[in-house]
């Protein structure tokens, strides 16, 4: 008999696989600098989330053809988070990048809300071919004796039978983020299923 697959060894299945389209590269977190948004400091262990929301931007950008923020760096993305996060709490809401996101592309594209679940996922991609933003805990990764969850944001950008690709501006999660540089990287679906972080939710753009 076959021994059963570690997570880390499944690969995805090519023949059922969808990517968001157009696919473009992305910036890791290759600044890593201090930034300061509402007195609160965003460091390389907490910029995941406006990382994440900045590769969103040049997408939508770069879908929309409209060329205006391709070349944000993630020092101007968080002064334009400024002008709606004003409390340090604020800087790590999905709220507040919701609102920049919604204010960068009125009209042209929106980013909605929906239960978290493997399912909506995928299928957002599927049905719009466009990136989903996501919490997963990086406990194991990172410590395995963690009381809370140690949640980090990361972009969804295809799936298939098997799992989800994502863009991960930290690492590799199987390599407990040695690197901690930005890759593609392939959840199985198991381990999404275990990671995940339900209770918050998931963020799907939508072209209009």
Not at 51 to 61: A, E, G, R
Not at 128 to 147: L, Q
Request: proline share 4%.
């Amino acid at each position: 008999m076959a021994r059963e697959l570690a997570e880390n060894e499944i690969r995805p299945d090519i023949p059922s696989y969808v990517s968001i389209t157009p696919w473009i590269t992305y910036d890791s977190q290759m600044d890593n600098l201090r930034f300061v948004v509402a007195k609160k400091n965003v460091v390389p262990s907490n910029q995941c989330q406006g990382t994440s929301y900045l590769n969103l931007v040049k997408w939508t950008d770069y879908k929309l053809g409209i060329g205006k923020y391709t070349e944000w760096t993630e020092g101007r993305y968080y002064k334009e988070l400024s002008r709606f996060a004003k409390t340090k709490s604020h800087v790590t809401e999905y709220k507040f990048h919701n609102m920049l996101f919604e204010d960068l592309f009125s009209g042209k594209a929106s980013i909605k809300s929906k239960k978290f679940t493997l399912k909506n996922i995928k299928d957002h991609i599927e049905e719009s071919k466009a990136p989903v933003i996501f919490s997963i805990d990086v406990r194991e990764a990172f410590n395995p004796k963690a009381k809370v969850e140690m949640g980090h944001v990361i972009m969804a950008v295809g799936k298939c039978n098997n799992g989800i690709s994502v863009h991960d501006p930290r690492g590799k999660f199987f390599t407990k983020y040695s690197d901690l540089d930005g890759n593609q990287t392939f959840f199985p679906d198991s381990t999404i299923d275990r990671i995940g972080r339900k209770s918050v939710g998931i963020y799907c753009v939508t072209i209009l």
